[in-house]
Each structure stands twice: as structure tokens, then as C-alpha cells.
């Protein structure tokens, strides 16, 4: 079973990369490009069978370790 | 006794793939000649790998011997990891420096990172704990379109990957000329301190030993990547990219510190990184210089991914592994020290006595090589080369005011301050930093002791190609200065000789004239050259770069309190000395 | 004084932090392993050091704020013991939750190495006590992840409970943080958490001493504790 | 309009920071994951119109900067 994880910061988080993105974008001459944020997905490839159990272990996993709930929000999907 | 056939997804072996693995029709006859057969798919990369300009330096070779190598300090000179020279109280400082052009211009970040990973595992193999990191830096015209996005990424590249293994980078060069602008250049320097009746080297010793597969595992990084760094560039290169690698210095880290470890429990005969063709170029080296065999089998190789073939293992360039020769009786010891640290640790061979090079895979004879031939046997050349004619005497030259030509070379690309770059390096990590980047050499303590040792990296591309002898002398005496500036007494240096296809005469004589040049000044002032790396076939689209010639000194402080800054005071007196 | 140095694959600046403290208290701390489950006995602080614990891969300090030994720390920490986390070990404080805040990518998005200007913000703190409150001092960073950002009102509880302790000058804010925080206290203030490097600024041919106080009033403090 | 691109390693190359995160799950007791990779997210706020006309400039600003095609693969979402 696989699962993604998308870990965004949340918004107010001020996101120094996304912000020079934009700019190195407008730099390029792609203009209209009118926010950009970045983010990380981790992608688990997990022995459990059952995806509602592998959710909730991922779940434990965002809050234990992959995200940093302090300024990140998190979320889970199961493919 | 002999390899078996290709198995059927293995391609057949004929003259036109042998050209591809960038073996020439006579280098490739002399395969036949040597084996009576032909190889096996796995064999021709074996022999592409050894046989290659990286690891032969067969055109270079006839003139690098021609450079002073000894000297009362020397304790090992050229043909190891790198050179080790006698710091007194028995300590030994080892250094070296190591090009990685090709790869830094495909992939910046990586290719650089990769680069100071390299040379870094050069000097800790050899028992030294890496104090101090350089780099020195070519690239094209600071207005074509690719010169910042690789001025950005090598600089981060290098950053990132010493950063992290907490190693002071203190100097080095960084220039921008046009005939860079197809193919930058990334030397990295690196010096450890060793005890210097605890140096390891690489020959094997002792039959049905182990040999043991230490660090990260393999994947098909860079397969045919030593081919490439030895390949003129052309349009096709987007196709070559895949064969970049990934460096992991968090790893390296971790091999450094479990490596120490293990050569301080005494389990070690003998160890080698995996440099470029990684399995290959070390296990040979190990048997060659001990004169044995080897036996490998592939199957007991820790990978990263499945069904991985004789070949691909034998040819990845990945990063962070070490191959070492074991005393049996520590085995346990030993796993023990990588197990601490979450490193792979697998024997994967033993030692023979036979000259035989054997590589096994489940059970499957995959090569089955003449081991000394590979590198005893590898092709050496005479190429034809012709002296550079003197140098047109300049034109008029420009009259301007002082003050305004003073500004103007202060403010061009080669004149002004190269703060962007060092603050982007930790140049201060290990605490022993007694003069930073930005003045003529940076020193470092040596940790505990009142001594220093001051490092510096130069050479002037434009005095090259206008007169390689002179040119090759400059870099030299302009190393030797710089360490003096700082009250060093300069002890040995290590030279990165970057050139075009030495298959042009012209080339080929900037190369003869420049080493020539080194040569003779390292006499003269009784600095020997314990190390050293060769990178040709610098061109894109047949346009060469400047001869550069990279000389990395290496000077002794005996105490590091009266090191000199460029710092003067207001009211200090202002001396020219010299002519 | 009896310290211990917590070691984590990546360390790089341990060796340095045990040469500091063992200059200012005369004795060699303790080398502690991060998969340790306890710290050594008797001990009056515990120092994490700088470098790139497990790389810095995923967040800094994300992997080593997980190790066994940092539940050990916490405990230390719970029990009003002193602990320094200097550079990494800020980042690790951090995701272990034993400091507010988060530290992240440099407003610059660069790594940066160069001496700063600091105004010790607090003299009211173990560690800070070798200073004058408002003293402007020099010292080192070396950090691509410093910028140090935290919610309004956790902000404001620094100020108002005067737990900045180091703060950069006026235009010498290398990485964007907010407030130009340099390094912070926990309530009890025996925790303190700091970009800057007072171990790379503690002795005379390394170009600067102003770390030295910090170092010594530590030792200082314990000593008369 | 909204672009999400998803940037991965390609498939063989090493991926350091999946690897340690792997290893730091097994350390705090989540057996079972087999592998970690880990990669970017990027999304970008556009003033465009047009999803196709999107989708052909965000392709064209990954080749040219989100992307590192030498090492990575991406893949576009127009949302
Ligand atoms: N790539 C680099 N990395 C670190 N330091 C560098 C680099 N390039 C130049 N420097 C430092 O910048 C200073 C000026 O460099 P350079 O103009 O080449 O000096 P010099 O002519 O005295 O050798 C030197 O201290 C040098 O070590």
C-alpha cells in the first residue's frame, strides 16, 4: 500500500522559497504568476493492508515526526 | 578457467561497442591480444574503466613523472590517495586536489557537492581527519546565459556538501573567462591531519583475506560516468545526463567517523574509496599494489536497486563507499563500529593468490581478468604536442587614470570581492580558524598544538596560455607567496592540471609547458608536488579552455599565534619588497 | 561543573562545544551518544551542539529531536536542569518542543557563515549573566535554517517574560528572524537556545572572546549553585 | 486559476532525505515502511484564463526553473 503526504505551511507562515520562486519566475518573464508557495510530499510505501489502519498510522507518523504542526498542516491520501 | 559467455541480455562485445565505452580501435586489439578472446560485456566496462583517461592518465603520465616528488618532509607522495607530508612532533598533513568539470557543468549542486565528497573520502581514507577544504572555480563569462546558474549551483554544491561534513573551507580562486563558458571547472582541495606512523594505504597484503564493502549502497549512479568525465563534450550531452549522482554527506559524515574508528581498532590492512568506476578502480588498485588477486562476488554487494547486473555494479560511480582488505579475526570488531553508526558493512571477497581479478555473480563467472594487466598493461602515450609559440607582444596599451583603471579592475568579475562565495562555506566549523578566506592563505591550528598550517590555491589561466613554462612557474611561485604572506614556511603542494584534448598537439604542449613550468619551480623551491589530478579534454564544440593548471601549497606555522592577516593598522609602514 | 555534550550522527561542532566548556569549568564533559537512553549521573547541563544532526533532512533538528537521549534531556529539562542548544542544537530545542517557535529556510535562502553583532538582550539568565544587559558583542553564525519565527503571542510572551536573550543588532539580522531573535529562555530560564556560535568566539586567535562570558558565567552559575 | 506541480527524484536516484526519514520511522517504532521518497510541492496562484494555456506555461516553468530535469520528474494539476 502507498501513501502520500502533503505538508504545506500554513497560511500567515511567511514562505521565504515560494516568495523567490515567484520572483526568479517574474525574473524569467512569466509574468501573472501571483503567489507561490512550496511544499513537500513524502510518499510511504507501507506494509499494511488495510487503508484505513495505514491511514491512521500515518496520521501518527505526521504528528510524531513528518510534519511540524507548529507552522505545517498536513494531509494524507492512501492510493 | 574462462568467463562465460554473454548471457543473452548482455550485449555482444564488438569493436563498435568497445568505441563507445570510448575505447580507440588499437586500444581495443589490445584487449584481444591480452586476453586471446573477447571480453565479456562486463569485461569491456572493466577495461573502459581502468583504460580510461581518469584513471590511466595515459597522456599525461610520461610527463607527470617528470615532477619532483621527494623531499626530507614527503611521506608519501604521488599514486596514493593523496600526498602526506611530515608536520613534525608525528603528525602528517594529507592532501589533495580533484577536479569534477564535467559532472559540476551537467548538474551544478550535485556535481560540485559530489566533487568535495570525492576528495574528501581521498584524505580520510588515508587515516587523516579532514581540518580544511578549498576550492577553486572557472567559469565562462559572467554574461552568458548559463554562467550564473552554474556560478550559483557549484557554489551551493560545495557549500552544502562540506557544510554539512563540518569541514572549513578557507580559499581557493574563482574566475570567469569566456573560453569556460561550455565547460566550467570545480577543483576541490582537502587536508587532514594523520599521526604519521598511522597512515593506511591501499595495497593489499595476506591470501583469503576479506575484502569488505563498507558505507552506502549501490545504485546505477553515474554508470559510464568515469567514460564521461574523460569525454569531449557535444550536443548529445543532454542525452549523457542521468549519469549524475546524488551526494549524501550526511553519510560521508558517518563514514568518516566510522572509518576512524576502524582504523583506530586496528582491523584495517588496507582501504581505498570508490571513486569514479567505484567497485572496479578499487578492488584492482588494492590487488596491484599488493601484488594478488581478487576474487568478488557481486551477489554479497549491498544495492539500492533491484537486478542490478555485473556490469552496473562494477561501473557505478555511487557515492560514499569504501572498500577495505580486513584482519579476519576483527570482523566482528568491525561490523560492530558500521552497525553504530548505521552504515553497510558486507564482505563481498577475499584476496588470491593469483594475478586474477574474478568477479562471481550468484555463482556465474561474470570477468575473469589478468589483474595486474589492467593497470599494469594500460596504454601510455607519447601524443605529439608542439611548443606554444611566443606570445604576440602587446598592442598599445590603453592610457588611463590610476585611480579610475584601480576601480575599474576592483569592480570587474576577476577583481572584486569574493565574500559572495565564502559566506556561503562554514570557514569557521571545528573552531580552529586563525585566518579566514579573504586574505592571501587561510590557516588553520592544528587542533591542541601551537602549530598552523596555511593553505592556498593558484594559478593565473591567461599567463598560461600565453606562455605555459612561465605560466606553470607563476602558479607555483604565486601558492608559495600567499603561504609565506601569512609567515608559513610553504612544505609540499598537490596540482589539478585541467587542459583540452590532448590529442591536439597544441593542447598537448600547453600541457607539457606547464608542467614543465610547475615542475621547475617546485624545484627551485623546494616545494614538491605530493599529489595531484588531471582533467582533459576541457572543450565544447572543439573550443578548448585556458591551459589551468591548479596548484594547491600546503605551509607549516610552528606558532600559529604570529600567523599574518591582512589586517594593517592605521600608521603601519607600507614596504615593497621584491623587484 | 559536570556537562555533558549530546553527540548525533551529523554533529559537527560537538568537539568544539566539549573545548569550550571544558576550558571554562576545567573538566572534560561527557561525550553522550544519541541512542543512549540516560544521561550520566550528577550532571549540571547538557549542551547540544551544532552541525547537521541526521543531515538536516526533513526539518532540522526534526530526527534528533526523536532520538532516545532527547526524552532523557527533556526529563533533565523538567527537573530544572540547565541545557544549551547552540545552532543544531537550537533547531533540535525547537522540534523537541522544549522551546517556542520554529526556526526555518534564511530570508536570504542562502547559508550563512560571518561574525554578527549581538545585543545581549537579558542579563537575567545563567547564562547571560557574564554580560551587561544591553552589551553589544560579536560573535559567529553558520546556518542555513535560522530564521527564527514564532505565532504573535508567543512573541509577545518572550518580551514580556524577558526570555530573549541575544538578539541581532540593528541591520545585522542574517536570516529574517522575527525581532531579530538570536537565541531564547524557557520560562525557568535554564534553557537557552541560540544561533550563534559563543564556541567559535572564545578564544583570542580565532578572532574574537565574546562568547567566553557565556561560558564562564555558565560556569559561574553552576559553580555557585 | 491554480497549478499544483509535483516534483519527484526520478527512479534511481539516491534520495538521501527518504532514506533518513525511513530510518527515523523504524526508530520510533513503524515497522513496515518500505521506502520513503520524498519530494517538492509548488503551487502557483495564475492570473490566466485558460486551464490549457496554464498548463502549457507551468510545463514550460518547470523545465526552465521549478524543476531540476536532470535528477527529477514533475507533473502538473491544473486545479
Ligand atoms: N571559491 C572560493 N572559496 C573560498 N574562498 C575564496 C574563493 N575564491 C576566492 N577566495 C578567497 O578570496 C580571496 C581573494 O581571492 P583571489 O583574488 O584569488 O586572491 P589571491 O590573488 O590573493 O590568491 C582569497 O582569500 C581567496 O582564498
Known amino acids: ?79 | 578457467m574462462s568467463a562465460s559467455a554473454a548471457t543473452p541480455q548482455e550485449p555482444t562485445v564488438t569493436q563498435a561497442l568497445a568505441a563507445d565505452h570510448g575505447l580507440k580501435p588499437d586500444e581495443y586489439q589490445r584487449i584481444l591480444d591480452l586476453l586471446g578472446r573477447t571480453p565479456t560485456f562486463t569485461e569491456l566496462g572493466i577495461f573502459s574503466a581502468m583504460w580510461n583517461e581518469h584513471c590511466s592518465y595515459k597522456s599525461s603520465k610520461k610527463w607527470l613523472r617528470t615532477l619532483p616528488t621527494e623531499g626530507p618532509q614527503v611521506i608519501c607522495g604521488p599514486g596514493e590517495n593523496a600526498g602526506v607530508v611530515d608536520i613534525g612532533d608525528g603528525q602528517a598533513v594529507v592532501f589533495k586536489m580533484e577536479s569534477h568539470n564535467h559532472p559540476s557543468y551537467i548538474e551544478p549542486y550535485q556535481g560540485a557537492a559530489t566533487g568535495v565528497g570525492g576528495i574528501l573520502r581521498d584524505v580520510f581514507t588515508m587515516g587523516a581527519r579532514p581540518i580544511a577544504a578549498m576550492n577553486a572555480l572557472s567559469f565562462g563569462a559572467p554574461d552568458h546565459p548559463k554562467t550564473a546558474h552554474l556560478v550559483r549551483g557549484v557554489v551551493e554544491g560545495i557549500g552544502g556538501y562540506g557544510n554539512c561534513f563540518g569541514v572549513p573551507n578557507i580559499g581557493g580562486e574563482v574566475r570567469f573567462h569566456r573560453s569556460y563558458n561550455g565547460n566550467c571547472l570545480v577543483n576541490a582541495f582537502a587536508a587532514g591531519l594523520a599521526q604519521a606512523d598511522r597512515i593506511f594505504y591501499s595495497a593489499a597484503s595476506g591470501v583469503g583475506m576479506p575484502v569488505v564493502y563498507l558505507g552506502a549502497k549501490t545504485g546505477r549512479d553515474g554508470v559510464g560516468g568515469a567514460t564521461m568525465a574523460s569525454a569531449e563534450f557535444d550536443d548529445s550531452i543532454e542525452e549523457k545526463r542521468p549519469t549524475v549522482q546524488v551526494g549524501d554527506p550526511f553519510t560521508e559524515k558517518r563514514l568518516l567517523e566510522a572509518c576512524l574508528e576502524l582504523m583506530a581498532s586496528g582491523a584495517v590492512i588496507s582501504i581505498q574509496d570508490m571513486g569514479a568506476a567505484g567497485l572496479t578502480c578499487s578492488a584492482v588498485e588494492m590487488g596491484d599494489k599488493g601484488d594478488l588477486g581478487v576474487r568478488l562476488d557481486l551477489e554479497k554487494v549491498p544495492c539500492r536497486e533491484e537486478g542490478m547486473t555485473a556490469y552496473e555494479m562494477m561501473l557505478s560511480e555511487s557515492q560514499e563507499r569504501m572498500l577495505m582488505v580486513l584482519r579476519p579475526e576483527k570482523e566482528a570488531e568491525a561490523r560492530a563500529i558500521f552497525e553504530k553508526w548505521d552504515l553497510d558493512f558486507a564482505v563481498v571477497g577475499e584476496t588470491i593468490a593469483e594475478d586474477r581479478f574474478l568477479v562471481m555473480l550468484n555463482g556465474e563467472v561474470k570477468a575473469d581478468l589478468p589483474l595486474k594487466a589492467l593497470s599494469g598493461e594500460a596504454p601510455e602515450y607519447d601524443r605529439p604536442w608542439v611548443p606554444t609559440p611566443p606570445a604576440a607582444p602587446l598592442g598599445e596599451v590603453p592610457q588611463m587614470d590610476p585611480a579610475e583603471a584601480l576601480t575599474r579592475l576592483m569592480g570587474g568579475p576577476n577583481g572584486c570581492s569574493r565574500r559572495w562565495v565564502w559566506e556561503q562555506y562554514d570557514h569557521m566549523v571545528l573552531a580552529d580558524t586563525v585566518v579566514r578566506p579573504g586574505s592571501d592563505a587561510g590557516v588553520v591550528r592544528v587542533h591542541g598544538t601551537r602549530k598552523g598550517l596555511a593553505f592556498a590555491a593558484d594559478v593565473t589561466p591567461r599567463y598560461c596560455v600565453a606562455d605555459p613554462v612561465e605560466g606553470g612557474r607563476q602558479a607555483v611561485a604565486e601558492a608559495f607567496r600567499n603561504l609565506c604572506a601569512t609567515g608559513a614556511r610553504p612544505l609540499a603542494a598537490t596540482d589539478n592540471l585541467n587542459f583540452g584534448n590532448p590529442e591536439k598537439p597544441e593542447i598537448m604542449g600547453q600541457l607539457v609547458g606547464c608542467i614543465e613550468g610547475i615542475g621547475e619551480a617546485c624545484r627551485a623551491l623546494d616545494m614538491p608536488i605530493v599529489s595531484g589530478n588531471v582533467s582533459l579534454y576541457n572543450e565544447t564544440d572543439g573550443q578548448a579552455i585556458l591551459p589551468t593548471p591548479t596548484i594547491g601549497a600546503v605551509g607549516l606555522l610552528e606558532d600559529v599565534a604570529r600567523a599574518i592577516r591582512m589586517a594593517p593598522a592605521a600608521g603601519d609602514a607600507l614596504v615593497l619588497i621584491g623587484e | ?225
Chains 1, 4 share one sequence.
Open chain 3, 1 to 225: 561543573m559536570k556537562s555533558a555534550v549530546i553527540v548525533f550522527p551529523g554533529s559537527n561542532c560537538d568537539r568544539d562545544m566539549a573545548v569550550a566548556l571544558e576550558r571554562a569549568t576545567g573538566r572534560r564533559p561527557a561525550m553522550v551518544w544519541h541512542k543512549d537512553a540516560a544521561l550520566p549521573p550528577g550532571l549540571d547541563l547538557v549542551a547540544l551542539p551544532g552541525g547537521f544532526s541526521f543531515g538536516d533532512y526533513l526539518r532540522c533538528g526534526a530526527i534528533a529531536a526523536r532520538s532516545p537521549i532527547m526524552r532523557a534531556v527533556a526529563d533533565f529539562a523538567a527537573r530544572g536542569g540547565h541545557v544549551l542548544g547552540v545552532c543544531n542544537g537550537f533547531q533540535v530545542l525547537i522540534e523537541a518542543g522544549l522551546l517556542p517557535g520554529a526556526l526555518m529556510r534564511n530570508a536570504g535562502l542562502k547559508f550563512v557563515c560571518l561574525d554578527v553583532a549581538l545585543n545581549v538582550v537579558t542579563a537575567d539568565s545563567p547564562f547571560t549573566r557574564g554580560y551587561e544587559a544591553g552589551a553589544r558583542i560579536v560573535i559567529p553564525v553558520a546556518h542555513h535554517d535560522g530564521c527564527y519565527v514564532a505565532p504573535p503571542e508567543t512573541l509577545a510572551r518572550l518580551r514580556d517574560e524577558d526570555r530573549i536573550a541575544f538578539a541581532y543588532a540593528p541591520g545585522d539580522n542574517p536570516n529574517g528572524s522575527a525581532e531579530d531573535i538570536a537565541g531564547i529562555l524557557s520560562a525557568n530560564r535554564r534553557t537557552l537556545g541560540m544561533m550563534p556560535h559563543p564556541e567559535r568566539a572564545n578564544d583570542p586567535l580565532l578572532g574574537g572572546t565574546d562568547g567566553a562570558a557565556l561560558f564562564e558565567g555558565l560556569a559561574g552559575a553552576l559553580m555557585d549553585a
Open chain 1, 1 to 79: 500500500m502507498r501513501a502520500r503526504v502533503h505538508i504545506t505551511l500554513k497560511s500567515g507562515v511567511l514562505d521565504p522559497q515560494g516568495e523567490a520562486i515567484r520572483h526568479a519566475l517574474g525574473a524569467l518573464g512569466f509574468d501573472g504568476v501571483e503567489r507561490v508557495r512550496q511544499g513537500k510530499v513524502i510518499e510511504l510505501e507501507l506494509a499494511d493492508a488495510d487503508p484505513e489502519a495505514a491511514r491512521a498510522r500515518v496520521r501518527e507518523m505526521c504528528e510524531k515526526l513528518l510534519a511540524n504542526t507548529v507552522i505545517e498542516n498536513y494531509q494524507i491520501e492512501i492510493l
